[in-house]
């Protein structure tokens, strides 16, 4: 295999954890820094790695390495802000803010899920992952995927009808 396949599929593998911290909620600096280092130290231990699947190496480094930098600094930000589109930005103020608080309500849905629930979710449907895609990252079989993401979107809209009837009674 050439040297340029091969950074061509390493370069994927880490795009993909990188959106993959991204959609865990790790502010985008944070997410750029943990996926160089774990790149840094795939590249330096590549001979020692025994896992079958780099993917899941690469994430769990990256956590790692995330939640150690937020230990160090004693920060911890969960920003699950998602970045209003230029489009929008030319709308009317009024607009701009309606869609963040859809954004604040649906993250505060998504805090209400067990964890499993909320990142089946955010790796589906932010991250934009295949069935096959996320069982290789959580380790799970695709049956198992397909079944809880099937009871997360379940529970996820019944938590937003419950919301939403709420507010409106």
Same mark, same amino acid.
């Given at each position: 295999?050439?040297?340029?396949?091969?950074?061509?599929?390493?370069?994927?593998?880490?795009?993909?954890?990188? $959106? +993959?911290?991204? &959609?865990?909620?790790? @502010?985008?600096?944070?997410?750029?820094?943990?996926?160089?280092?774990?790149? *840094?130290? /795939?590249? $330096? +231990?590549?001979? &020692?790695?025994?896992? @079958?699947?780099?993917?899941?190496?690469?994430?769990?480094?990256?956590?790692? *390495?995330? /939640?150690?930098?937020?230990?160090?600094?004693?920060?911890y930000i969960f920003n699950f802000d998602e970045k209003?589109?230029?489009?929008?930005?030319?709308?009317?103020?009024?607009?701009?803010?309606?869609?963040?608080?859809?954004?604040d309500e649906f993250n505060k849905l998504l805090l209400?899920?067990?964890?499993?629930?909320?990142?089946?979710?955010l790796l589906k449907y932010q991250s934009n992952l295949?069935?096959?895609?996320?069982?290789?990252?959580?380790?799970?079989?695709?049956?198992?995927?397909?079944?809880?993401?099937?009871?997360?979107?379940?529970?996820?809209?019944?938590?937003?009808?419950?919301?939403?009837?709420?507010?409106?009674?």
């Open positions: 295999m050439s040297k340029e396949i091969l950074f061509e599929k390493m370069n994927n593998e880490l795009n993909i954890v990188y $959106r +993959y911290l991204l &959609s865990k909620g790790v @502010p985008h600096t944070d997410a750029e820094d943990a996926v160089q280092e774990a790149a *840094y130290r /795939y590249l $330096r +231990y590549v001979d &020692s790695i025994k896992s @079958p699947n780099v993917r899941n190496w690469l994430i769990r480094v990256s956590i790692n *390495y995330y /939640y150690d930098q937020c230990r160090k600094n004693k920060k209003i589109n230029e489009e929008e930005s030319s709308d009317l103020p009024e607009m701009i803010l309606l869609a963040k608080e859809r954004i209400r899920l067990k964890p499993l629930y909320a990142e089946l979710l295949s069935y096959a895609e996320i069982s290789k990252v959580l380790g799970m079989s695709n049956s198992t995927i397909k079944n809880n993401l099937f009871r997360a979107r379940k529970k996820f809209m019944k938590l937003y009808e419950e919301a939403y009837y709420e507010k409106g009674k």
